[in-house]
């Protein structure tokens, strides 16, 4: 069983910037594609960024030009650059393989986006 912790949330102003990170009990970036995901009050799960195995990298049009998914495979962590935060992306924050596995959901890190 494959165990994601997510890290790096915190509250921090409109126009600032976190970088989360996503730490894997085993090595599987090179092997699964991956994503990050966001779940708002009241909102649905939604995808944001994926990382393919090869390294190509997708972004949902809302935080493109933003956001920057990347890896390092030798530490099993991957993490999500967000720079120009906007209230909008105030939202719990999750990694899990792309497409996701419901078997392997953390417990998110929060991101608060607020002055």
């Known amino acids: 069983q494959v165990q994601l912790v997510e890290s790096g949330g915190g509250l921090v102003q409109p126009g600032g910037s976190l970088r989360l990170s996503c730490a894997a009990s085993?090595?599987?970036?090179?092997?699964?594609?991956m994503g990050w995901y966001r779940q708002a009050p009241g909102k649905q799960r939604e995808w944001v960024a994926r990382?393919?195995?090869?390294?190509?990298?997708y972004y949902t049009d809302s935080v493109k030009g933003r956001f920057t998914i990347s890896r390092d495979n030798s530490k099993n962590t991957m993490y999500l650059q967000m720079n120009s935060l906007k209230p909008e992306d105030t939202a719990l924050y999750y990694c899990?393989?792309?497409?996701?596995?419901?078997?392997?959901w953390g417990q998110g890190t929060q991101v608060t986006v607020s002055s």
């Open positions: 899990n393989t792309y497409p996701r596995n419901n078997d392997w």
């Open positions: 085993t090595s599987i970036f090179s092997i699964y594609a």
């Open positions: 990382l393919a195995s090869g390294g190509n990298t």
